[in-house]
């Protein structure tokens, strides 16, 4: 059955083994080639922008989505070069990545936030391009807290909140006091103000969902209180974390000796694919859900795959495979009489 949302590559995952040269047209043709994915999920890298589109067209696969991160204060020009860009590349969403301070070393506020939100809003439909902001580690929506209250008052103030929901910032702190303690959530975790364990009644997940706001989903297994990445060091004085990589990312599949630093246990993946399943659901019983992106977003960096010897690219088409076959069986079930609508319609 065919998807009513477009499945994408997220464009760092586009390779087997990192730092492997590999050539824009190949990735188009790798993407194209797996048989499994819609849209390519790449802001054109500077200075590339023409082989990015050349590619696309020639391959018949389209970029439709792309990231860039920003700082309030300091990168809204960027914002607007970057969305510029994108649109001219055929790209439909922009994932906006606000960091968690300021340009002036500050915790970004709720006013600035807003205001960052407002500002992208509307150039995104000045410019013919939609945007959204994004839970993610080293942003002000690491701390999940912040969200609800964020898409509330937006929602105050006339502007629709459209959510970028990746799921994996959230359950790597599930079970995980030192990844509560980054943005200092343990108390609130411990006490059962904060759920954010997503087979629990309550918790923030299913409350971004039920609230209608998740137009782009991105798929990156992780695992409760899953192993660091070992195989990548840091300088502890300018991350996050510690000297490893954080817990980011966990092989879909089974990676053979080797090609890994940890043991790997099929059950650990259980609690994303419960997200990916809450959320098709979602989507099938309300028809008024604004989803209409995914993306496998097993990617190369430091806190996620640096340094694996397992292909990145298999693993995002093994996740892709997944998730088609996932929406088949789930958009097979027949509806109840009444599909459930919005609570907030």
Not at 14 to 23: D, K
Not at 115 to 143: P, Q, V
């Amino acid at each position: 059955m065919k998807m009513p949302f477009s499945l994408g590559c997220n464009g760092r995952g586009v390779v087997h083994l990192e730092g492997t040269p590999i050539s824009v047209d190949e990735q188009f043709s790798m993407i194209k080639s797996s048989g499994v994915y819609d849209h390519f999920d790449r802001m054109p890298q500077p200075g590339e922008e023409k082989e990015y589109i050349r590619a696309a067209n020639k391959y018949g696969i389209p970029l439709r989505t792309g990231l860039w991160w920003y700082v309030s204060g300091r990168d809204e020009d960027l914002l607007e070069k970057n969305l510029r860009i994108s649109k001219e590349a055929g790209t439909e969403f922009h994932d906006v990545m606000l960091h968690l301070c300021n340009a002036q070393g500050k915790i970004v506020s709720d006013d600035e936030i807003v205001a960052f939100y407002r500002h992208a809003y509307d150039l995104g439909a000045r410019i013919g391009i939609e945007i959204g902001f994004e839970n993610h580690i080293y942003m002000w929506s690491e701390d999940p807290r912040r969200i609800t209250p964020i898409g509330q008052r937006l929602a105050r103030e006339g502007l629709p909140f459209k959510f970028v929901l990746d799921h994996s910032h959230v359950l790597i702190k599930v079970d995980n006091v030192e990844e509560q303690d980054i943005i200092g959530i343990r108390n609130d975790v411990e006490s059962g103000k904060l759920v954010i364990d997503p087979y629990e009644q309550g918790n923030v997940i299913d409350e971004w969902i039920e609230n209608n706001w998740v137009h782009w989903l991105q798929v990156r297994p992780v695992s409760p209180n899953g192993p660091k990445n070992i195989w990548a060091i840091k300088n502890p004085n300018e991350y996050i974390g510690g000297a490893y990589g954080r817990p980011c990312q966990y092989p879909f599949t089974k990676p053979r000796p080797g090609e890994w630093h940890s043991q790997w246990h099929a059950y650990r993946l259980e609690p994303c694919k419960e997200v990916v399943r809450k959320m098709f659901k979602h989507h099938h019983l309300n028809r008024r859900s604004p989803l209409r992106y995914i993306t496998t977003d097993m990617i190369d960096m430091a806190d996620y795959g640096e340094n694996a010897k397992y292909s990145l690219f298999d693993q995002n088409v093994a996740i892709a495979e997944w998730i088609r076959s996932t929406w088949d069986e789930i958009s097979s079930q027949p509806l109840p009489q009444e599909a459930t609508i919005n609570k907030n319609d």
